[in-house]
């Protein structure tokens, strides 16, 4: 793929205005920030002993929900309102309009995700490890951006690309390794979980976080695999874009 700054320039456009229009709302923040704590003090509660085996996996889900919050129904939004056929009116390449709007959804996913990872860190003495943490982060948030994206390109109504995001996203917190560590899943779960991408994000941070305790793989496959996710949703959104964008207008 090669782009010019150009084309970097229009993309990042769109990036800070997707940041505006949409990420910079009271309740998107609230819901951002509310939800990783409504999930911690629910385990917290349960069983204060449990909270730091937990922790990479709520740290894993905030930047999953924080990537996909807009990302999965703002291009089927956009087509309703009419802002998506002025985009493509404008001297913009289609690698520059979904770097464009895969980049605010990953970087608000890396936003929340670092918030729970920081409060974590002074709250229960989490290494830091250098600022691994925040790589896979930043990777992971990309990786589910892009999955956001993939899910709007192919719903034709907002109602549709929500209704379809909640069915990918409540049952991965579940199968990926979040709450219950992979190793103890059944074996039919246990090939599940390795189909999805939070697993990967999960189990890298179980290592960097709790010294490998509970995690599944080894963390070069986790890095592996989570890049593989990220150039494949990428190839696919990219290629769906191609053939489908116009008609969806």
Same mark, same amino acid.
């Given at each position: 793929?090669?782009?010019?700054?150009?084309?970097?320039r229009?993309?990042w456009?769109?990036?800070?205005?997707?940041?505006?229009?949409?990420?910079?709302?009271?309740?998107?923040?609230? !819901?951002?920030?509310?939800?990783?704590?409504? @999930?911690?003090?629910?385990?917290? /509660?349960?069983?204060?002993?449990? =909270?730091?085996?937990?922790?990479?996996?709520?740290?894993?889900?905030?930047?999953l929900?924080?990537a996909?919050?807009v990302?999965?129904v703002?291009?089927?939004?956009e087509?309703r309102?009419?802002?998506?056929?002025?985009?493509? @009116? %404008?001297?913009?390449?289609n690698?520059?309009?979904?770097?464009?709007?895969?980049?605010?959804?990953?970087?608000?996913?890396t936003a929340?995700?670092?918030?729970? !990872?920081?409060?974590?860190?002074?709250? !229960?003495?989490?290494? /830091?490890k250098?600022g691994?943490?925040?790589l896979?982060?930043?990777?992971?948030?990309?990786?589910?951006?892009?999955?956001?994206?993939? =899910?709007?390109?192919?719903?034709r109504?907002?109602?549709d690309?929500?209704?379809?995001?909640?069915l990918?996203?409540?049952?991965?917190?579940?199968?990926?390794?979040v709450?219950?560590?992979?190793?103890?899943m059944?074996?039919? /779960?246990?090939v599940?979980?390795?189909?999805?991408?939070?697993?990967?994000?999960?189990?890298?941070?179980?290592?960097l976080?709790?010294?490998?305790?509970?995690?599944f793989y080894p963390l !070069?496959?986790?890095?592996?695999?989570?890049?593989?996710?990220?150039?494949?949703?990428?190839? %696919?959104?990219?290629?769906?874009?191609?053939?489908?964008?116009?008609?969806l207008?």
């Amino acid at each position: 793929m090669r782009m010019g700054i150009s084309q970097l320039r229009r993309a990042w456009h769109i990036t800070a205005k997707d940041i505006r229009t949409y990420y910079y709302k009271p309740p998107l923040i609230s !819901w951002g920030i509310l939800f990783p704590i409504v @999930m911690i003090l629910a385990f917290y /509660l349960r069983q204060p002993v449990d =909270i730091r085996t937990v922790m990479p996996g709520l740290i894993g889900m905030t930047a999953l929900f924080g990537a996909t919050s807009v990302e999965a129904v703002a291009i089927a939004f956009e087509k309703r309102i009419g802002a998506l056929e002025r985009l493509l @009116m %404008a001297p913009l390449s289609n690698h520059a309009l979904l770097i464009g709007k895969t980049a605010s959804g990953a970087l608000f996913g890396t936003a929340t995700g670092v918030v729970v !990872w920081l409060a974590a860190s002074l709250a !229960w003495g989490f290494p /830091l490890k250098a600022g691994a943490p925040l790589l896979l982060i930043v990777l992971g948030s990309v990786t589910f951006a892009l999955l956001g994206v993939l =899910i709007s390109l192919v719903m034709r109504e907002v109602f549709d690309a929500m209704t379809v995001s909640n069915l990918f996203r409540f049952p991965m917190i579940f199968m990926s390794g979040v709450f219950v560590p992979i190793g103890t899943m059944a074996l039919p /779960l246990q090939v599940l979980a390795s189909l999805l991408p939070l697993s990967y994000t999960v189990d890298a941070l179980r290592h960097l976080l709790l010294g490998g305790t509970g995690a599944f793989y080894p963390l !070069w496959v986790d890095v592996l695999v989570s890049v593989a996710f990220a150039g494949i949703l990428y190839l %696919a959104a990219y290629k769906l874009m191609q053939h489908r964008l116009e008609e969806l207008l």
